[in-house]
């Protein structure tokens, strides 16, 4: 689905005769966007909120920098579960072309998470009375963003992003006299799509 909407945001006739002096983005926009995550195996679907600062290089190139934050709880029987809470920052590389009526865009970009993992009780006593198990985190990674996208009237946009990281699940164990302690990993993927609306205000125009 998300390689027919670059397609077409590619191929649309919507970019101005004269795309330098009637640029349709501004210089700096500030960019605020809520949306939702899809499941992707390990965790459900949950909502996302971000914050997003977006200078113009040139036209028609885009550097974004983003700060998202993500509720999910996970759902597969592979892996503990609980609550987690997943903080972003992203840069990313957008490439832009429309008119004031509609801009289309695609961009590519390196995004670090950061998780905060809580285990549901009736998980945490489980994994304690048959395995041992103190505590289990989720580790901080890098990853990678596609994002196509949408704006209308220079104020709105709808995004679709899709998401590539791979955290691990550790679980932390220690012996009965506290003297020895250990760690497993599981490897996993979080990567998903996402589907969000935001609302543009723009600093600076030209």
């Keep these: 689905m998300h390689l027919l909407l670059l397609a077409s945001l590619l191929c649309l006739p919507i970019a101005p005769i004269n795309p330098v002096e009637e640029d349709t983005v501004s210089s700096i926009n500030f960019h605020v966007a809520a949306g939702v995550t899809t499941p992707n195996g390990v965790v459900g679907a949950g909502p996302e909120l971000s914050a997003r600062y977006e200078l113009r290089m040139t036209h028609p190139l885009v550097v974004r920098c983003a700060v998202d934050f993500k509720y999910s709880e996970t759902n597969s029987h592979l892996f503990p579960k609980g609550e987690l809470l997943t903080s972003t920052v992203a840069v990313d590389l957008l490439y832009y072309r429309g008119t004031r009526?509609?801009?289309?865009?695609?961009?590519?970009?390196?995004?670090?998470?950061?998780?905060?993992?809580?285990?549901?009780?009736?998980?945490?006593?489980?994994?304690?009375?048959?395995?041992?198990?103190?505590?289990?985190?989720?580790?901080?990674?890098?990853?990678?963003?596609?994002?196509?996208?949408?704006?209308?009237?220079?104020?709105?946009?709808?995004?679709?992003?899709?998401?590539?990281?791979?955290?691990?699940?550790?679980?932390?164990?220690?012996?009965?006299?506290?003297?020895?302690?250990?760690?497993?990993?599981?490897?996993?993927?979080?990567g998903g799509f996402r589907v969000s609306v935001g609302y543009l205000l723009p600093i600076l125009r030209r």
Aim: proline content about 1%.
């Design 101 to 190: 009526h509609m801009t289309g865009y695609v961009g590519i970009g390196g995004l670090f998470a950061h998780n905060n993992f809580s285990a549901f009780k009736k998980t945490s006593d489980s994994l304690m009375f048959y395995e041992d198990v103190e505590s289990v985190d989720v580790t901080d990674e890098l990853g990678v963003r596609i994002t196509l996208g949408l704006r209308f009237h220079e104020w709105y946009s709808f995004e679709i992003a899709v998401t590539e990281v791979r955290p691990r699940f550790v679980k932390n164990r220690s012996s009965i006299d506290g003297d020895h302690y250990s760690r497993d990993y599981l490897d996993t993927r979080m």
